[in-house]
């Protein structure tokens, strides 16, 4: 429509250019009475007429023939770059409020949807599921689960949703996000804001419900037995992270609430037990409570009926601030229960350099992004050689590039996650990311990316 309406525009002003030459013309007469004579309308003859049309119909094809050529990759990519523009916008708002307009952006589509085919290089199958990259946005982004396909479309692999608590709650008061521009990070306090399971579970149902009839649709027009990338959202896999309400005596019973209500639209679930601006909840994490919390909730997900596919993987969410004693008895839970994986890490309370330095720092909150890339890489690479890689671990914070998301496989993780940088530089920051990271595994002579998974500890 955009393009036809250039077109009209530009026919427009053709023509009324042409008038006024005309009327130009007659106007500069060497007659006197001419020039005070009132301009006469042309009168555009058979001929003339069929010039014009057959000009306007010459530029509609010569305009359409231009179009044509601009491939679709191209034009993608022209769309991705231009998200660009409206980042200084987003810059001048209040975070919490441009965060809120994010989502609603991509909840209404408002957002370049990715036509191009991740590299083969990116491709990769974990917990049976295909991912066509190993990419994903962390949980903290979309966390009532309002904008799942538009985010999937911007072309993440994967796509975490959450934290989901079982009752509704407002979190800590505002102003609860803080950035800190020019270190790329941020400091919250929300506290798990959340719309509680029941509106996430209506939600997730409806875009499970209108999946399925697109399934139906294109299978009955063209059938075909290629297996391909998704899950049970769409063109990219899902994650849904479950947390405890504040005020819950019972955190168990909130976990095993969440699973029972939210795994059926889940490709993958995630106990988050790491979250610092939730009292108590960090000590979930000790050997104890973390095996007896994990066995609840796996005898609640096992419970349930399951098809073909089985019932979805079962993560934990840790902490970057813990000793080596305590990342001992997680991996040794998450061994000795078969833990399906790992997310490294959350945010962290630590104010390393040169965060410090920044006023801002003094706010209480977890603190996110480059800061915590060296923070999070050494828990994971711990973790891994703890757990002797028989475990999935996803790697997260601090990656703003294709060159960290690569270091973070190279510690140990079989995927990646963002979220700050992604709040930072928009939409474009992904197929970036995502080229970067596929000229590292080649330039290094990997095929693949379980290739370069531990690369450095094995």
């Known amino acids: ?79 991705f770059s231009a998200t660009k523009l409206v980042n200084p916008f987003f810059a001048l708002l209040d975070a919490e409020v441009a965060h809120t307009l994010a989502v609603s952006a991509a ?44 985010l999937l479309g911007l072309g993440f692999g994967f796509v975490e949703v959450g934290s989901v608590t079982p009752v509704p709650q407002e979190g800590n008061p505002k102003p609860r996000i803080f950035r800190l521009r020019q270190e790329g990070a941020i400091i919250n306090r929300c506290g798990f804001n959340s719309e509680g399971i029941v509106a996430v579970a209506k939600r997730l149902g409806a875009q499970h419900g209108k999946r399925k009839l697109d399934e139906t649709s294109r299978t009955s027009s063209s059938p075909n037995d290629e297996v391909k990338a998704g899950g049970k959202a769409g063109p990219g896999i899902l994650g849904v992270n479950i947390g405890k309400n504040k005020t819950s005596e019972d955190a168990a019973a909130d ?13 993958y679930l995630v106990i988050n037990v790491s979250s610092p601006n939730t009292p108590g909840l960090r000590m979930l994490q000790g050997r104890k409570q973390l095996k007896d919390l994990v066995k609840k909730v ?15 993987p079962l993560l934990v969410k840790i902490a970057p601030d813990l000793s080596k004693e305590d990342l ?52 994971l690479k711990e973790m ?12 997260c914070g601090g990656i703003s590039s294709g060159e ?27 197929p970036q990311i995502k080229a970067e990271l596929a000229e590292c595994l080649e330039r290094d002579g990997f095929k693949s990316i379980i290739e370069a998974v531990g690369a450095d500890y094995r």
């Open 1 to 79: 429509m955009a393009a036809w309406k250039i077109l009209r525009d530009f026919s427009y002003r053709r023509v009324i250019s042409s008038t006024l030459g005309r009327s130009r013309h007659c106007f500069s007469s060497s007659s006197s009475s001419a020039a005070y004579a009132a301009p006469k309308i042309p009168h555009f003859s058979k001929r003339g007429r069929l010039l014009t049309g057959a000009t306007t119909l010459g530029l509609v094809i010569a305009t359409g023939a231009y179009v044509s050529t601009v491939d679709e990759a191209t034009f993608c990519g022209w769309l």
């Open 404 to 430: 960290d998301a690569y270091r973070k496989i190279r510690a140990g993780a079989t995927l990646v996650q963002l979220y700050t940088a992604f709040a930072y530089g928009g939409p474009a920051l992904i």
């Open 107 to 150: 909840a209404r589509g408002w957002v370049p949807r990715e036509k191009r085919l991740d590299p083969a290089i990116l491709g990769l199958e974990v917990w049976g599921r295909k991912f066509s990259n190993p990419l994903g946005l962390a949980a903290g982004f979309d966390k009532n689960a309002e904008a799942v396909e538009g």
């Open 255 to 267: 976990y095993v609430q969440g699973v029972h209500t939210l795994s059926q639209y889940a490709d």
């Open 298 to 312: 796996q005898a609640a997900r096992d419970e349930m009926q399951w098809g073909e596919e089985g019932p979805p």
């Open 384 to 395: 891994y050689l703890l757990t002797r890689g028989k475990i999935p671990l996803i790697g």
């Open 328 to 379: 001992e008895d997680i991996a040794a839970v998450a061994v000795a229960l078969r833990l399906d994986g790992l997310i490294i890490s959350n945010t962290t309370i630590s104010r390393p350099d040169p965060v410090s330095k920044n006023p801002v720092a003094k706010e209480t909150g977890g603190l996110s992004g480059k800061p915590l890339l060296s923070l999070s890489n050494n828990i």
